[in-house]
């Protein structure tokens, strides 16, 4: 049965990870919004024309030609067997006019996945993260801390913090998220699609709890 799946999950909660599996383990594409439309662009499509002068003019490119640009993905070939939606529906009107175009495709989504973690650990994960200066290492303050503070073991290189990691940041982009994705859980359920997996434990820990709902 072909996998049509909607992934949700704060930022840090380990999507792009498991997608990454889940992609290997099911030999179905991985749909991202900004990757199509970055190809849309170079590629010189119409729609990826009619996108290019509004990206070019510091807009935001509007949710009918993502949409169509999504369908023109979804349309493709590879995506016969099913596919992954990451990033994408963001808000409710997208999801809903996303089941409109899957509908008069005949290619409903079969399961909304939510990749739940909790707020602190978030905060822990994100706000926690240090990179190397030098050779670009990442590691982790509470959970993958180096030998040395502030010192990278690969290279001796100083480690420090990305603007985007800061909590003040991170905490915005955890509310917007909440806000947004809230009603989502809540629009997947009532179509009897939505399911939940706690995102704790190690990568494949997860990924075992991921299959298994997915069957």
């Not at 529906?89 to 509908?103: F, G, M």
């Not at 994960?125 to 240090?130: A, D, K, N, P, S």
């Not at 809230?182 to 990568?203: E, F, H, W």
């Amino acid at each position: 049965m072909a996998k049509r799946i909607v992934l949700l999950g704060a930022p840090g909660a380990g999507k792009g990870t498991q997608a990454k599996m889940l992609i290997d383990k099911y030999k179905i594409p991985q749909i991202s919004t900004g990757d199509i439309l970055r190809k849309a662009v170079a590629d010189g499509t119409p729609l990826g024309k009619e996108a290019k002068v509004i990206m070019d003019s510091g807009g935001l490119v509007s949710d009918k030609i993502v949409l169509g640009l999504v369908e023109e993905r979804i349309k493709q070939p590879d995506c016969k067997t099913g596919f992954i939606l990451d990033g994408f529906p963001r808000n409710t009107a997208q999801a809903e006019a996303l089941d409109k175009i899957l509908s008069g495709m005949d290619m409903p989504l079969t399961i909304a996945l939510n990749i739940d973690v909790d707020m602190n650990d978030l905060l822990k994960r994100l706000t926690g993260r240090r990179t190397c200066k030098s050779c670009q290492q990442m590691y982790n303050i509470y959970f993958s801390a180096p030998k040395k503070e502030g010192t990278c073991d690969k290279c001796g290189g100083v480690l420090f913090q990305r603007d985007d990691d800061k909590e003040a940041t991170i905490k915005k982009r955890l509310e917007v998220y909440t806000q947004q994705t809230a009603p989502l859980i809540d629009y997947y359920s009532k179509k009897n699609i939505m399911k939940t997996v706690m995102g704790v434990g190690s990568i494949n820990d997860i990924f075992n709890k991921v299959t298994a709902v997915l069957g």
